[in-house]
């Protein structure tokens, strides 16, 4: 079942709660139950996405997914190349819904925290569409002249260093890590499908986010739930993957994307234009 049609709460999932009231739980759990619902009623472009990778990534590979989520955007990527997809998510919800849709896909799933999956046989590249790590451009409608920051799940800045140096250990000599660009996170609310109201709301303290996502039926609150996140201004997160091993290519024509690739000399090369 499409988590479009479920309303029911996940109280009885084994991970913890992120209602009002206990503490942040950057997995999501209330969320999962509305994601679809939620991110196919505009939140994200998946075909823009999805069409944009396949330019960056071409024809084929080995690659790893950094926070797959549902699936939405391995769905759309597979429809244009075959690739061979290893997704990892650390939100049970979340994947179990990646596993029903990409059933009979060549995709291979795994429950884990990115932070401490490993394989032996490097990937090709790596992407995070919105996942462990994302990108804002925070002066968005203007994505190819915005000024950048990335967004990260991990509690600090060296947690999030220390994820770059693990993802540049996964991948093979030239592999590239793309992650996805967005608008800047702000106070929003969209109506989505099944007479559901979304509604997001955002505070900033130093280098951190807190975000609220909620869901109501008129004035009936369905789900809540609160992530925080990490964030690291442009310059430094360049010097934070130039440190793990990365040189920057920049963001890619559609604006969609910031492209690392491991090993190479273009370090902070400018970004190529629209
Ligand atoms: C906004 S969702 C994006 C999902 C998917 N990439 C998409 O485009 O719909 C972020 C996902 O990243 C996952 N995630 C965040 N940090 C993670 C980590 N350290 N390890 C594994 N998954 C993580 C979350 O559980 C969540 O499913």
Not at 53 to 70: A, M, R, S
Not at 124 to 131: R, V
Not at 137 to 156: H, I, M, Q, T
Not at 244 to 249: K, Q
């Amino acid at each position: 079942m499409s988590a479009a049609n479920t309303t029911t709460l996940s109280s009885s999932s084994s991970e913890p709660l992120g209602t009002s009231g206990s503490r942040d739980d950057n997995r999501y759990v209330e969320l999962a139950a509305f994601y679809d619902n939620l991110m196919t009623s505009g939140y994200y472009d998946y075909d823009s996405f999805a069409t944009a990778l396949h330019q960056i990534l071409d024809d084929g590979g080995e690659i790893l997914d950094v926070g797959i989520g549902t699936g939405l955007l391995t769905e759309k990527l597979l429809r244009l190349a075959r690739y061979d997809i290893t997704g990892i998510d650390f939100s049970k919800s979340m994947i179990d819904q990646a596993r029903l849709r990409l059933k009979g896909h060549p995709v291979t799933l795994v429950h884990a925290d990115i932070r401490t999956y490993s394989r032996e046989r490097p990937f090709d590249a790596a992407i995070s569409c919105g996942g462990a790590l994302c990108i804002s451009n925070v002066l968005a409608p203007s994505r190819e002249k915005g000024r950048l920051r990335l967004y990260s799940f991990c509690d600090d800045r060296q947690a999030t260093a220390n994820l770059a140096m693990h993802l540049h250990g996964q991948l093979r000599p030239g592999g590239r890590f793309a992650i996805s660009i967005q608008g800047e996170h702000a106070d929003a609310a969209l109506p989505i499908r099944h007479g559901i109201t979304y509604q997001q709301a955002v505070s900033f303290a130093p280098g951190k986010l807190r975000k609220t996502y909620r869901f109501l039926r008129g004035r009936r609150l369905l789900g809540e739930q609160t992530i925080s996140l990490t964030y690291i201004e442009e310059a430094d997160f360049l010097a934070l993957f130039a440190e793990a091993g990365f040189s920057y290519e920049g963001v890619d024509a559609s604006a969609n994307y910031c492209i690392f690739r491991k090993g190479g000399s273009c370090l902070n090369r400018p970004r190529p234009g629209p």
